[in-house]
């Protein structure tokens, strides 16, 4: 028998493997494509959102770049719709065609983008046509999370919980980092006016060879453990489980918002909208800025596995508190250290480091802590709402918000204040983590 049960674990680890792999680089393809699109924020302001542009660099002005994080924040309010709507469809009817589903979408949406004709060539039209594009990948990025890290963590072996749904965070920084690094590989090497007439489309088209590659992972996926019941020829579930009360999906829901808008809010804040709070504020280039949000992404990448293999030993709250703590004390200094016309290249370079390994230790158990927070029956729409609400308030408001105020009221730390006091409001919520829910099986 022994021989046999090697067999057995070594298959039940290669699964494992394969539904880490399945899962992550879905995410890859959606967050890179939401780090080109805030990376190359100016760019895109210039090309759609400003009348009358020619496509030439320099020609977007404060109401563009507003206008360009009003579209970021619309595909987020999506978000909440493609949770559900995706949500109940791997609740009913499993996790493998809806993950394969939610990439197909994501990825021709992002490569359309990339062939969409400008403002100079059709007039209205292309902010429009930009905009549905944005709401279709908001629906598709809603469905996206929930059934990954319900996939991820229900795979996941016994006390690797955290670690496995780091994954999901960590795939979420690669794709950040993988799009500043693109957007910022381009800038470099390409004159400005050749980025802002027709290089930023290559990042954008870029998308589909790497969502052919998820494609082909998910489709060879089989169902994790505890799959939906079979459904009878009339629809209904065969053995099913009593369904979960309306009540206690909301409060589970609204208790999962509390505890991840610290993380949504500052990881936004510091990896998505920091190049063009940079160049707007601060005076700084296109490059410098692309420079300094690749770093912070690195540190951001750099701390999440360890985070969440750490949260599968001690917890996840004391993990989580320590980051949303650490925000609050050093957001303000770290951006005032970025301010300073005196600092050094490197001490810069270390604030933005430090400003993404904080958000790391958040976003490193914050996947497994939402999945033990929902039983099976529900775990993909639960878990998925209350992120993608997280997400629509906290992170796609964020660009709006920020440049919004700095435009009103001439603050150049408005972005410390929004991160640090999201991060503030989440520690009362984090506090009410149990302390053993990551040595409990899920439910």
Avoid at 133 to 142: C, D, E, F, I, T
Avoid at 194 to 214: C, K, N, Y
Avoid at 248 to 260: D, K, P, Y
Wanted: proline letters at 6%; hydrophobic letters at 55%.
């Amino acid at each position: 028998m022994r021989p046999l049960e090697l067999r057995s674990a070594a298959a039940r680890r290669t699964t494992s493997r394969r539904a880490l792999l399945a899962g992550s680089v879905g995410n890859l393809v959606e967050w890179y494509e939401f780090g080109v699109y805030g990376c190359l924020a100016t760019v895109i302001a210039a090309n759609f959102f400003t009348p009358g542009a020619s496509g030439a660099a320099g020609t977007g002005g404060a109401e563009a770049l507003v206008a360009t994080y009003a579209s970021f924040a619309l595909a987020f309010f999506f978000r909440p719709v493609g949770a559900v709507l995706f949500g109940r469809l791997g609740d009913r009817l499993g996790r493998r065609p809806t993950l394969i589903v939610v990439v197909g979408l994501m990825t021709l949406a992002t490569a359309t983008i990339g062939l969409l004709p400008t403002r100079a060539a059709i007039g209205a039209a292309a902010p429009w046509l930009l905009t549905l594009l944005r709401v279709l990948q908001g629906l598709s990025a809603g469905g996206e999370f929930g059934g990954a890290v319900s996939l991820m963590t229900e795979y996941a072996p016994v006390g690797r919980r955290g670690l496995y749904g780091a994954w999901q965070s960590f795939t979420v920084a690669l794709g950040l980092l993988t799009g500043a690094g693109t957007a910022a590989t381009l800038a470099t090497a390409l004159p400005a006016e050749a980025l802002h007439t027709w290089g930023w489309r290559i990042p954008f088209l870029l998308a589909l060879p790497l969502g052919a590659v998820a494609l082909w992972l998910r489709t060879a996926l089989e169902e994790p453990p505890g799959a939906p019941p079979a459904r009878s020829a009339a629809g209904s579930a065969v053995g099913a489980v009593p369904a979960v009360g309306a009540r206690e999906l909301a409060r589970a829901v609204v208790l999962g918002i509390g505890r991840i808008m610290g993380w949504s809010a500052a990881g936004y804040t510091f990896l998505v909208v920091l190049p063009s709070y940079l160049q707007a504020a601060l005076g700084a280039s296109l490059r410098e800025a692309l420079i300094a949000t690749a770093l912070a992404n690195a540190g951001f990448a750099a701390s999440i596995l360890p985070a969440g293999a750490l949260s599968d030993r001690i917890g996840r709250r004391p993990v989580m508190l320590c980051g949303a703590l650490g925000v609050v004390v050093l957001a303000l200094p770290l951006v005032h250290l970025l301010q300073s016309p005196g600092a050094s290249p490197w001490a810069r370079a270390g604030a933005v480091l430090l400003a993404g390994a904080l958000v790391g230790l958040l976003a490193g158990p914050g996947p497994a802590m939402l999945a033990e927070m929902f039983p099976r029956r529900v775990r993909c729409t639960g878990l998925g709402l209350a992120y993608a609400l997280a997400n629509a308030v906290f992170s796609g408001c964020a660009g709006l918000v920020i440049t919004t105020l700095i435009a009103r009221t001439g603050d150049t730390a408005v972005p410390a204040y929004y991160a640090a006091g999201a991060c503030a409001l989440s520690c009362p919520a984090l506090l009410a983590l149990r302390g053993r829910d990551h040595r409990e099986p899920l439910r």
